[in-house]
Antibody
């Protein structure tokens, strides 16, 4: 089973930027797609972004398109989420998750990292 | 990218069966075989319970089953147990290459 560990969360002011990382272990990272999913406090799950195994295909929810950028470094087994122009409504726990097939189902999840956007 | 529609809550007694519905459109639930269900206990990460409409990952109890009729998918839990009490979310691939979740259903075991 793949283990996923997110980092990079924290407190940021509105309009600011943050980069999340997710390190994978226990599998062949370069062979599967990955996604970011967030959960605002007390709310449901929201898919944020996805990327295919090679990194050439990237996908975004309308709510973050143009502000967030997903990328991966297969040599470092690491997934990234660059978040710019952050808003209060971006406050959430951000999970990285392994796609069983890109944009199909998410069969391994990290424990999440909290991003708080507040002045 | 509208969220899929789930009931806010369902409940059942130990040993009973319950069904949670997940309604979308022909652009998501009804159009692709990429419907999934997740279980989330408080303070924990979600766990995949059903993928590709009807399939169970290794290690998931056979008490969990999935189905679909038209634009509505369903998760059925038979022989309810106390540890099944959790939030449940459906998800689906959406035409145009995105993923969408349902709003979530809180299952209470009475």
């Amino acid at each position: 089973e793949v283990q996923l560990l997110e980092s990079g969360g924290g407190l940021v002011q509105p309009g600011g930027s943050l980069r999340l990382s997710c390190v994978a272990s226990g599998g062949t990272f370069s062979t599967y797609g990955m996604s970011w999913v967030r959960q605002a406090p007390g709310k449901g799950l929201e898919w944020v972004s996805g990327i295919n195994s090679g990194g050439g295909g990237t996908y975004y929810a309308d709510s973050v398109k143009g502000r967030f950028s997903i990328s991966r470094d297969n040599s470092k087994n690491t997934l990234y989420l660059q978040m710019n122009s952050l808003r209060a409504e971006d406050t959430a726990v951000y999970y990285c998750a392994k796609d069983r097939i890109t944009l199909s189902s998410l069969d391994n999840w990290g424990q999440g990292t909290l991003v708080t956007v507040s002045s | 990218q509208s969220a899929l529609t789930q009931p806010a809550s369902v409940s059942g007694s130990p040993g009973q069966s319950i069904t949670i519905s997940c309604t979308g459109t022909s652009s998501d639930v009804g159009g692709y075989n990429f419907v999934s269900w997740y279980q989330q206990h408080p303070g924990e990460a979600p766990k995949l319970m059903i993928y590709d409409v009807t399939n169970r990952p290794s290690g998931v109890s056979s008490r969990f089953s999935g189905s679909r009729s038209g634009n509505t998918a369903s998760l059925t839990i038979s022989g309810l147990q106390a540890e099944d009490e959790a939030d449940y979310y459906c998800s689906s691939y959406v035409r145009g290459s995105t993923l969408v979740f349902g709003g979530g259903t809180k299952l209470t075991v009475l």
